[in-house]
């Protein structure tokens, strides 16, 4: 057998030069912190864009691009300004990422963006073409990419391709407002195994595959031009030893070691008898819901007016897409909230929501799961989630209360958390009020029941699951079953 080949848009890093030096960072978001853990074990080139365009780069420096991403084990697909536009910008993150999240609102149907993504699409199917071999397994990810399976596939009509999406796919009717809709559904038909995270994604796909090319569908099979495509459910697990590890670490800190986030989280609690902090983070994204949960909390503290100076609401939102305008008035929406409810509640001693606009490293990030009583993750819709696994991870005496939206993925896995519906302020302010108040018992069994779930379905069990379900299919024959 031969190698994997990993293709998504983002790199497990993205590069950026300044004062012709190069820095790698890692990439934030579910697909590349979930990948990363499978890449990083393995025999596997990935292969994605640098986050640099062409514009970007000086053509000296191009040998120390190459060089810094093969320490990543990845190489590059080049894009230049207009096509990052385009592509990235344009039909990926302002035609399919809200049409695929409900926001048909925001959806933006540009013909010149949709040539563009066809164009791009077929330069990462070029990259693959150039790097494997017949006996390779090619693994594409993700909504930028879903005309790549096809692509591939008639250049390399044997090898073996699967595809999974890391976001939702919608109901057939809201995809069907999409004008490519056909071509979508061709690209992705390239694959040999299509994977989700939900059986809910799954039977939506497959629904709209059955009324807009009519074609045949048996259980989870679809025939078509002879091939049979299979389509399944894999909900994405975390690296759970990775993040259980770092919180026990966390834990042996001497306090004279302890992080300055750390020491302020801790005065905090010192000062203060009985509080609670509530965690949120996210990448700053309408679909996240960050807006909906600030008029939440200052629902929470009208209602609960008791809970003033004890408990604080933390914030970490990561920048993301900010070339979009809906994520710029998101920006301008959530500062604008986070003053005006610090300003209606703050008193000498207490402010009650503390804001980062920022990525942390990874440390930082552990700091917040350990020492926040409550995390509240409540996206208006999410393909999966997976700070809520990692927050549940990491709570290592398995105390902690996890708020967790009805619309996100991982509700599906996460019975076990208190599941709400984000647009309910009456529900969810009663779910704060009962988390604070959840006996510490209660925690303890609700979340042994989450660790062990989480911690037997992995991320490397997710991704050997869904490479042996490819192989499996690729080994059939269908010839038997060509209708
Ligand atoms: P999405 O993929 O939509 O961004 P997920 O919750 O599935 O949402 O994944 C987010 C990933 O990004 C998680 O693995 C999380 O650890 C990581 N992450 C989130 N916030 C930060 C941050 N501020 N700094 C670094 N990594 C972050
Ligand atoms: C989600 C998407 C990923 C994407 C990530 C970060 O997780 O499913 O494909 O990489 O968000 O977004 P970005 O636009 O920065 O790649």
Not at 324 to 330: D, E, G, H, I, R
Not at 450 to 466: G, H, T
Request: contains cysteine; negative net charge; proline residues 4%.
């Amino acid at each position: 057998m031969g190698k994997t080949i990993i293709i998504s848009n983002r790199l497990p890093v993205q590069l950026q030069i300044s004062n012709g030096d190069i820095t790698a960072i890692p990439s934030v978001g579910g697909l590349a912190t979930g990948m990363k853990s499978v890449h990083s074990g393995g025999d596997s080139l990935w292969i994605g864009w640098s986050g640099l365009t062409n514009e970007e780069i000086p053509k000296e420096l191009s040998p120390k691009i190459d060089a810094a991403l093969k320490e990543h084990g990845s190489s590059r697909v080049n894009l230049t300004e207009k096509e990052v536009d385009g592509f990235y910008y344009g039909f990926s993150n302002r035609t399919i990422w809200p049409l695929f999240h409900y926001f048909l609102e925001y959806s933006e149907f540009e013909l010149q963006n949709w040539e563009i993504y066809k164009s791009v699409n077929q330069k990462f199917a070029d990259a693959i073409i150039e790097a494997a071999d017949d006996d390779d397994t090619i693994w594409i990810h993700d909504y930028q990419l879903m005309l790549v399976p096809q692509m591939v596939r008639e250049q390399k009509p044997d090898i073996s391709i699967g595809f999974f999406l890391h976001i939702p796919f919608p109901s057939f009717e809201i995809f069907r407002t999409l004008p490519w809709r056909e071509k979508i559904l061709e690209g992705l038909l390239g694959s040999d195994l299509i994977g989700f995270h939900t059986y809910d994604y799954e039977r939506h796909f497959l629904s709209s595959v059955r009324r807009l090319l009519g074609l045949d569908v048996s259980f989870n099979d679809i025939y078509s031009d002879e091939r049979v495509i299979k389509v399944d459910s894999f909900p994405m697990g975390i690296d759970y030893k990775k993040f259980s590890e770092a919180a026990k670490k966390n834990e042996d800190t001497a306090p004279e070691d302890l992080s300055e986030l750390q020491r302020r989280l801790y005065n905090h609690k010192e000062s203060t008898a009985d509080a609670k902090f509530f965690l949120s983070i996210d990448r700053l994204d309408y679909t996240k819901g960050i807006a909906k949960r600030l008029n939440a909390f200052e629902y929470f503290l009208n209602k609960y007016p008791e809970y003033k100076e004890k408990v604080r609401l933390i914030i970490l939102a990561v920048p993301s897409r900010s070339n979009v305008p809906q994520y710029q008035l998101l920006k301008r929406e959530v500062d604008e909230l986070v003053g005006r409810i610090n300003g209606e509640f703050s008193t000498v001693s207490w402010t009650p929501i503390w804001y980062f606009y920022r990525s942390m490293p990874f440390e930082n990030l552990i700091d917040l799961y350990t020492t926040c009583d409550i995390a509240w993750l409540t996206p208006i819709r999410d393909g999966m989630n997976l700070v809520a696994k990692e927050y549940i991870a990491t709570r290592t005496d398995k105390t902690g209360v996890l708020i967790l939206s009805e619309m996100a993925g991982s509700a599906n896995e996460m019975n076990e958390a208190m599941l709400v519906n984000p647009n309910n302020f009456e529900q969810t302010a009663d779910a704060l009020k009962e988390a604070i108040n959840m006996p510490k018992e209660e925690q303890i069994e609700r979340n042994s029941i989450l660790q062990k779930r989480l911690e037997r379905y992995n991320v490397e069990k997710w991704a050997n699951d869904f490479m042996s379900s490819l192989l499996d299919q690729k080994s059939k024959d269908h010839s038997h079953v060509a209708r």
